[in-house]
């Protein structure tokens, strides 16, 4: 009995140590169970996440841009997935060959993380940075009954099996997974024993994961603030007048006076060696692109002053020759090369100059609003020292230039390097328009001068031809100049109606004989104080200045109005004495006047004028035969009086005239207006 008693307690005894035995086996079976359904989780989640973004770059975006719908947004939409998914194939690449390491497999997870950690974050930011506007165009489409069918329908076609109803399905899915990483990781870790070699490798993985995950919430905060300030406001004075109140005054003047005793040494500025570095070649590239754009522009009107002449336009009534060759060749540049030349400068030069201008706005006032905010921070951080604390909206204030701060010396970096890549190909792209254009223009130029007579001709005997061809042109002029001088005759004299005789009176009694002009050309005043004159109108010289001092504007009285017209469209007007009697200058009313007009002594006689000739006459610049009754025929330098400048039916190609009595119609280019030398009194042009 004794013996049974004693092996009943051996037997329960051997049952309990093998329950403990069985318990302490059971979870360390359970936690590698878990653990291994942990790691399974993450190749095939990562899998299927890979899948979804292959559908949708390939399939979805490939399908809607054949539609080329035109207000569909695909950049906006899709951002970056082609980075994330290039990286994102190679991640699960790695993810699937750790399959193979039993043992190590943990270890090679967490160093895969490690090494993929940077590139996650670099691509991550971008898209989640632009994940809210792309749901808010998302929205927009979907207010739009055509586009949001047209989308369905590309979902239907493409991707029927996941059953969504919009893009929004797919947008969402990278920013859920990189968010999901340190989830993940974490799993792994809480089913790992402390004691296993892989735990502080696995600790560390899901630190880096968890920071970045940081990074992209900062990155997105920073960017927000930046869209909050970079956009360029065009506001009127109304409206800037309306955003004022007591606290926007004060803000201001507390940053004008922080700026004040900056510059004048009284505190101290912040340093910021590395902004400040990147902001100088920030500015350095902004004043490129400014310079760059105006020398352009330059370039442009340059090349429109030297297409306004265009001789393959004129019919030259002569035999085939070096003038018809050069009319070709003219020909040809105007419509065939500078069109050209034009069109691939505004596609290659000045389309993405504009757009890089444009894309310095926001730069540039993100760059002034950061200095705004400086100076609040230097504020808060000088009453912050004092005080010890700050309130809420002061704090905020704080972290407002923090983040700005942050965001340029992260992004300017390779804002500029970009800018001055796209900079560098604008200048090769001109430099190589201008290189093409002169190569087509010399070979063109060349193939007519092969076809001219003096083509082969060495140079010197060239230029002695030019030279004999020059002169005998010249004697041709001087012979055609002397003939048309002694065939012009004098010009007819017309009376002055009496309001223009009065007016010129008062001119001469006001100013003397030696101050009268006459207008050369019609003149349109554009300016304050400018006057508006017609051709052949009198006036007085006042001043031969304008109030800047320019000597291209002179002050005159029109006999009433007083302003400023052009010197080069005046020409001395000198009166000279009639033999008709009957009209006398007025008398000089006081001796306060005579002081004024100085040029005519009381004791000297006062001079007569009755009419005066024309400072322009019309002549017949070539020889024309009626051909009709009611034409009239004209001999070359042949005077006219000019009745009417167009025919009966308001037509300006034909000039009724007065030739020795006979009137008639003549083509009105065949009429020229020569100025008169030698005036023999004073008159109204004809």
């Not at 207000?71 to 290039?86: K, P, V």
């Not at 002029?477 to 109606?497: A, G, I």
């Not at 309001?499 to 002009?517: I, N, Q």
């Not at 029109?558 to 007025?586: I, T």
Request: glycine content about 4%; some cysteine.
């Amino acid at each position: 009995m004794a013996s049974a008693h004693r092996a009943e307690p051996d037997a329960e005894d051997a049952a309990e140590t093998e329950e403990a035995i069985y318990e302490e086996v059971m979870p360390c079976n359970r936690m590698e169970l878990s653990q291994r359904l942990a790691v399974e989780e993450l190749i095939t989640t990562e899998a299927s996440y890979v899948h979804n973004i292959q559908l949708c770059v390939s399939d979805i975006r490939a399908h809607l841009e054949k539609k080329q719908l035109p207000d569909l947004d695909l950049e906006g939409l899709f951002s970056n997935t082609d980075d994330i998914l290039h990286v994102s194939r190679r991640f699960l690449k790695g993810l699937e060959a750790t399959a193979t390491q039993e043992h190590e497999q943990l270890l090679c997870i967490s160093a895969l993380f490690q090494e993929f950690k940077e590139e996650m974050e670099t691509v991550y930011k971008i898209y989640c940075a632009s994940y809210e506007h792309a749901l808010l165009l998302v929205e927009t489409y979907r207010k739009d009954a055509r586009l949001q069918e047209e989308i369905l329908e590309t979902l239907n076609a493409t991707v029927p099996h996941t059953g969504a109803s919009d893009l929004s399905f797919f947008l969402v899915m990278p920013v859920q997974r990189v968010t999901k990483y340190p989830l993940l990781l974490g799993k792994i870790l809480e089913n790992t024993p402390a004691s296993a070699s892989a735990y502080p490798a696995l600790q560390a993985a899901v630190r880096a994961m968890a920071q970045v995950n940081a990074n992209l919430n900062e990155y997105k905060r920073r960017r927000e603030v930046a869209t909050k300030y970079n956009k360029a406001e065009h506001l009127t004075l109304r409206d800037r007048f309306a955003r004022l109140n007591t606290h926007s005054i004060a803000k201001k003047t507390t940053r004008l006076s922080r700026l004040f005793m900056h510059e004048a040494g009284i505190v101290a500025k912040t340093e910021d060696r590395e902004y400040d570095d990147l902001e100088e070649k920030f500015q350095c590239v902004v004043s490129s692109v400014a310079v760059l754009k105006e020398n352009v522009a330059s370039y442009l009107g340059h090349l429109e002053a030297f297409l306004l002449p265009t001789p393959h336009k004129c019919e030259l009534q002569i035999d085939e020759g070096p003038a018809q060759q050069y009319r070709r060749f003219a020909e040809y540049l105007h419509c065939t090369v500078f069109p050209e030349f034009k069109r691939r400068l505004d596609r290659l030069v000045c389309q993405p100059l504009c757009s890089l201008s444009d894309m310095l706005v926001g730069p540039q006032q993100l760059v002034k609003k950061r200095l705004d905010k400086l100076l609040d921070y230097e504020e808060i951080q000088e009453r912050k020292s004092e005080m010890g604390s700050v309130t809420y909206d002061e704090e905020a204030a704080m972290n407002t230039y923090l983040a700005i701060n942050a965001l340029l010396v992260a992004e300017l970096p390779r804002f500029n390097q970009a800018a001055l890549q796209l900079l560098g190909q604008i200048l090769c792209s001109f430099s190589t328009l201008q290189r093409d254009l002169a190569a087509q223009v010399l070979h063109q130029a060349e193939k007519e001068l092969e076809q001219m007579p003096h083509g082969r001709m060495p140079l010197p005997s060239f230029w002695k031809t030019v030279e004999d061809t020059l002169q005998q042109s010249g004697a041709q002029l001087r012979t055609f100049c002397q003939t048309f001088e002694t065939v012009t005759p004098s010009p007819v004299t017309q009376p002055l109606n009496p309001a223009e005789e009065r007016k010129v009176l008062s001119l001469v009694s006001k100013h003397g004989p030696d101050k009268l002009y006459q207008v050369t050309s019609n003149i349109s005043g554009s300016k304050d104080l400018d006057l508006t004159l017609q051709r052949g109108q009198i006036v007085s010289l006042l001043q031969s200045v304008d109030t800047k001092g320019n000597t291209s504007r002179w002050l005159v009285d029109a006999g009433g109005p007083r302003g400023f017209v052009p010197a080069g469209k005046l020409q001395p007007y000198c009166p000279v004495q009639s033999q008709q009697p009957g009209m006398q200058m007025p008398a000089l009313e006081s001796s306060t006047e005579r002081r004024r007009h100085s040029y005519a002594s009381p004791e000297a006689p006062r001079p007569q004028v009755a009419t005066f000739t024309p400072a322009f006459q019309v002549v017949a610049g070539f020889s024309f035969t009626a051909r009709s009754p009611q034409e009239v025929s004209l001999q070359a330098g042949q005077p006219v009086v000019v009745l009417e400048p167009h025919d009966k039916k308001g037509s300006k190609e034909w000039s009724l005239v007065d030739v020795n009595g006979q009137r008639g119609y003549v083509p009105s280019s065949y009429l020229v207006t020569v100025p008169v030398q030698e005036p023999t009194g004073w008159s109204l042009p004809v």
